[in-house]
């Protein structure tokens, strides 16, 4: 059964640090694997995709990696701001099941001014 | 405006009652999906549908039942055989499976 792991469950920085939000799952056979953002009572935003093919993604100040071998993907946020305060999860889909997404628990996020 | 809702944005439950959560979206995807989410936990997929007339359980559809019988809506009925609906749903779409846009959520509480 594939599983995915976020640690840490909450993370506090001071504004204009750099950081990184690990994920790691058990199940190398992954279809893609998808980092959204989730702001307090709020749906998930997608920020990053990541292709089983391939081994990173950058959007702006994000970079999600991806190395199947090891089972694990970063997402790396440059710079962060008070604005980058939210849970982030991760979520993948598998090789047989390509339609469902299965979730992180998350890592809470805040960035202090 | 393109996009996903949700209503209503709160509900409350008494014990034995069955209540329908609303998702409608005109981004004209042919898939859409419910999940349940429980604070400080991931979301686990209730329910999804691929086409109209067709949809799947998820890891967690019991207690909870759906239909898809138009292919901008999916409403979600808790039923009284849910013996924890207190948590925050979420609809989402996808035109493939490259991602899935997802609604504001609908927060459940039973009384």
């Known amino acids: 059964k594939q599983e995915v792991t976020q640690i840490p469950a909450a993370l506090s920085v001071p504004e204009g640090e750099n950081l990184v939000l690990n994920c790691s799952f058990t199940d190398s056979a992954i279809y893609n694997l998808q980092w959204f953002r989730q702001d307090p009572g709020k749906g998930l935003t997608s920020l990053l995709l990541?292709?089983?093919?391939?081994r990173e993604q950058t959007s702006g100040r994000l970079n999600a990696s991806l190395d199947k071998s090891s089972g694990r993907s970063t997402l790396y946020i440059a710079a962060s701001q008070p604005g980058d305060s939210a849970t982030y999860l991760c979520a993948l889909r598998r090789m047989d099941s390509s339609y469902k997404l299965i979730f992180g628990s998350g890592t809470r996020l805040l960035v202090r001014p | 405006d393109g996009g996903i809702t949700q209503s209503p944005k709160y509900l409350f439950r008494k014990e034995g009652q069955n209540v329908t959560l609303s998702c409608e979206q005109n981004l004209n995807h042919d898939a859409m999906y419910w999940y349940r989410q429980d604070p400080g936990q991931g979301l686990r997929l209730i329910y999804y549908s691929q086409i109209v007339n067709d949809f799947q359980k998820g890891d967690i559809a019991e207690g909870y039942s759906v239909s898809r019988e138009k292919k901008e809506s999916f409403p979600l009925t808790v039923t009284s055989a849910q013996k924890n609906p207190t948590a925050f749903y979420l609809c989402?779409?996808?035109?493939?499976?490259?991602?899935?846009?997802f609604g504001p959520g609908t927060r459940l509480t039973v009384l």
């Open positions: 989402a779409s996808s035109p493939s499976v490259d991602t899935q846009y």
């Open positions: 990541i292709q089983s093919s391939q």
